[in-house]
């Protein structure tokens, strides 16, 4: 599997997919009190954070940190 795109690299508005280290994973709650995932990933260039949304955030019941996860998303300002 190929590693894609590198922390360092990932640019705001840019969609990206890539492989990376869920170094951590916190379930937290939106202000309408919705489940969503707080997740750190890192690479041998940078960490950067990520969070998934529901519908998706509420099919995961486990996170085990420090997994190694395919993410793709858009890098946005939040």
Do not use: C, H
Not at 31 to 47: H, I, M, P, V, Y
């Amino acid at each position: 599997m190929e590693k894609g795109i590198y922390v360092k690299d990932i640019q705001v508005g840019q969609e990206y997919s890539g492989l990376f280290i869920a170094s951590q994973a916190n379930l937290s709650q939106t202000r309408a009190n919705k489940q969503f995932w707080r997740l750190s990933l890192s690479d041998k260039t940078g960490s950067t954070e990520a969070k998934i949304w529901p519908p998706l955030s509420l099919e995961i019941t486990n996170f085990p940190q420090s997994s190694i996860v395919k993410a793709k998303g858009k890098a946005e300002i939040f």
